[in-house]
Structures are given as C-alpha cells and as structure tokens.
C-alpha cells in the first residue's frame, strides 16, 4: 500500500541531529517527520561519544529534555595532560568564567530524545528501508519503505542528519560540493570496562609508545583508548593485551592508573577530518556528521551536530514565522564558521598528542615541547579550555525561539 504523506520539515536520520532538529521544530509548532533506517534499539544502544560541551547541555535544557543530564551527568571543571609520567591539570572552570563539560554517553542522549518525541506521537520510523530524497531545487519529496507498505512525504524542506554514511550528502548534484579531507595514519582502539573510574577527569596521554586517553562514561564504567594502526584488526588483541598496552601508557610516575576490570566492548576507529561545503543545496540542508567529521581527540563531533541544528532550526522558524529567507540563505555559512573553528582544534589535539609513523626526532621533541608550554602558560591552557569546553554558538538560543 502506498501512503502519501505531507509536512512541513523531512527529516532523514534519527542520530543525535535529526532529534535534536526534530524537537526543536516541535518546540516552534513546525511539524516534521523522521525517519531511520535502523532500529530503535540499535539507535539507542550504538555507544559513541560522551562528552557534552557546555553549550549543548544549555541547549538540551532550553529543549526541555535536559533531565537525564542533569540526574546521570557527570560534570568535569577540569582535565589532566599527561607527558613524560606526570599528569598536569588544566582548571576549565577557573579559565572560562565556570564553564565546564559533562560526561553523558551519547546514546543517553538519543534515548532521552527519542522518548521525548515517542511520548508527544510525533511522527518517527525506524527501520525505514530504501530511503531515497528527489525534488531538493522545487518540491522535496522522501520515498522510502515501510515493513510491506511504501511512502511519499511531500515536504517543503529536508534536513539531511543521516551520517557520514548517508544518502542525503550523495544526493547533491555532481561540481556542487567541495570535499575538504584528511585521513590520519592511526585510529583509536576503544574499551568500554567495568571498572569504577580511578579518576574524576578525563587524561589525555601523550607517550613514547602513542596516544592513550582515560575517560568514562558512568560511576562504574571506564572508556579508554590507545593510538593503534588505522587497518588495525581488533581480533589480534587480546583483553589481557589491550589491558597491559593501555596500562603501560598511562600509568604514571606517582603510581596513578586505570583501574581494571572485565571489558564489556571493544572496537577500532580510523580517524578522520572532513567537511562538505556548501551545506545546502536547494530546500536540502545537511546537519552534523552528513556534513563533517572530526577526528575525536577534541571530543567535538556530537557538539558540532548541535550547533548546526540550532542554527538551522532558528533559519526554519524564521521562515515560517516571519518568512525570513535571508537565514535558510546564510545556513551553511554560518555553520562552518563554527565547523572550520572545531576542525582545527580538532586537528591540533590530534597532532600534539600522537605520535605519526614519519615523524622526525625534531617533530617529537617540538610535540614535547607544545605540552610543556601548554601545561606551563595560563594563555596557552586558556585558549585549550574555551575550545574544549565549545566555543560560543553562532546564532543565540532566544533566535530559535528558545528560553535562555
Ligand atoms: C564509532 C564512532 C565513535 C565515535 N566516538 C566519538 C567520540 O568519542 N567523541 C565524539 O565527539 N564524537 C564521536 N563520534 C562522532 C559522533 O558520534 C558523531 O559526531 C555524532 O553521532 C553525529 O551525529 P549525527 O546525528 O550527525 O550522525 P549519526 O549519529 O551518524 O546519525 C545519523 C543517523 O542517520 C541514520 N541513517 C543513515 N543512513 C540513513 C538512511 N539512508 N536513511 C535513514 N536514516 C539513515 C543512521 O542510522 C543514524 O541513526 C564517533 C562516531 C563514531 C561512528
């Protein structure tokens, strides 16, 4: 059976920017549909990342889905450097007038998302097969599959949040888009363990034998990462290797180290930056990872699909309560403003804290040297902190018709 639908906003991907986009417009009264090809479940258990900057937590309580942050986050003013054995603190809050980050898995935050929409019956479907987005220059149109029945939303807009992977950035006509790319030579092996974190702050390790990074995501589950070959197999590493590499890493000279446990899950994640400009094409606009990807050592990748969300849910409301056109127009230069900005923190972090296959002895001693400056200059520590913690939103949150 072949249902047409009609709406305002298409919606294509239920990630972390199709839901936020989604209750944004809901916020407004603008109607919109969205659709996932995966499963609900699939959606909320995929673990990725956990840090929220402050900004995006302003932005999930203005939305009114803040609670699950407040009661499970856990909020850090601070964060370790760690070089030569010794941990040096960088104090986020005391650099940034109080600022500080918060520690929320990313699949807390869909699941709160997701909830939040299935409660109102706002329109979502998941496992969504065969999507397919036409029309994008005059009259927008999502066909897609059902379980037996097909679909036809006719739409004024369609928001691309589907991924790196998705179909919306392959829909833009070809000369349209500029590709600005760099692939890295590692990529992170990543656990989940169960261990009570040993520290309240997250490390970032910067050692002879790689990158290491010590976070978490709960009061009793460890998330740690070292620096591995980017087509490293993760079948060649044991639990008990993975453990003696990660604590060879980041164990420091006044004793300080994970605490271990059984792991609960274990993956390898090449690392890349990415961004396609511009970010709209006709009434087709790309948000979050659709657009760009940055590698995670910035933490900055769910952060970003936020801001953009914002922006272009502020150009939508604009639109349809005051038939400004002049913010759909300015949409994608006022996202990668923000975008370009996270990009290159993004890939000086990277750069200062690895160690790249064809490297110099001058190379490591200057890496070296960064980390000594940036532990030992408040300047320095201060522009780490006012990135890390997110750079302010392009457009403010009362633009998209939100309470500050
Ligand atoms: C393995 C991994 C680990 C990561 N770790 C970190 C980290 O530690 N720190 C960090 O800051 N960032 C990390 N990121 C990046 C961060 O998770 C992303 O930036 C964030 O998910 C972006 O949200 P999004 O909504 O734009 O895209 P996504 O979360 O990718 O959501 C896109 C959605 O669209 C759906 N979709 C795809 N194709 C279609 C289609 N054809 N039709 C309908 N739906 C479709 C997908 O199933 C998905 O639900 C990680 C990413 C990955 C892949």
Redesign the pocket.
Known sequence: MLHRLTTQVGI????????LLARLLQVNGIDAIV????SRE??ID??????LEHGTVTLLTALGVGAGVRRGGLRHDGVHISFRGHRHHIDLAGLTDGKGITVYG?NEV?RDLIDARVATGAPLYFE?AH?EVRGLESSPEIR?RHGDDEYEVRCDFIAG????????RQAFPEGVLTIYERAYPFGWL?ILAEAAPSSDELVYTYHDRGFALFSMRSPTITRLYFQVAPDESIEQWSDHAIWEEMLRRMTTSDGWQPSVGPILQK?V?PMRSFVAAPMRHGRLFL????AH??P?T????????ASDVLVLGRALKGFYQAGRTDWLAEYSETCLRRVWKAQRFSWWMTSTLHRFPDETAFDHQRQLADLDYLTGSRAAMTSLAEQYVGLPFEVPLESAGLPV
Do not use: M, W, Y
């Not at 659709?35 to 995966?38: C, G, L, Q």
């Not at 910035?298 to 699909?305: P, Q, S, Y």
């Open positions: 294509v991907g239920a990630g972390p920017a199709g839901l659709i996932e090809n995966r699939h959606v995929r673990v990725r990342a956990g840090v990313q869909v969504a999507v897609f949040c589907d991924g790196f992977h998705g179909i919306c990543g993956s994640t948000a979050g990872d659709a990807i940055v995670p910035g933490a900055k990748g769910l952060n970003l699909a």
